[in-house]
């Protein structure tokens, strides 16, 4: 079992800037892929990133491509998200998951844990 807390979400003007961290309890953590997902109000939900379970890969929805980092610190069973020039359409509830499978899991589907989310709002 895997237990995910995110933090990190708020309010921001377009065009700034907002980091996302993603805790998990357990021992078996470095051995998961995870993913950032977001559902924006009346949209379905989607996968923005998806990290690898040693970060070697990792995967961008075009939407998030080049203003995007997903990163990772196993030692602190911790994944990150950081979003840099966010637009009002980045306004969404993200939540980190857990794949059980080490591998980037580009599909969004399959994954096994969940956080509770967090608001990002971004004002234009």
């Known amino acids: 079992q895997v237990q995910l807390v995110e933090s990190g979400g708020g309010l921001v003007q377009a065009g700034g800037a907002l980091s996302l961290s993603c805790a998990a309890s357990g021992r078996t953590f470095s051995s998961y892929s995870m993913g950032w997902f977001r559902q924006a109000p009346g949209k379905e939900r989607e996968l923005a990133a998806a990290?690898?379970?040693?970060?070697?890969?990792?995967y961008y929805a075009a939407s998030v491509k080049g203003r995007f980092t997903i990163s990772r610190d196993n030692a602190r069973n911790t994944v990150y998200l950081r979003m840099n020039s966010l637009k009002p359409e980045d306004t969404a509830v993200y939540y980190c998951a857990a794949h059980l499978s080490p591998v980037v899991v580009a599909s969004g589907m399959g994954y096994a844990y969940w956080g509770q989310g967090t608001q990002v709002t971004v004002s234009s």
């Open positions: 990290i690898s379970w040693n970060g070697g890969n990792t």
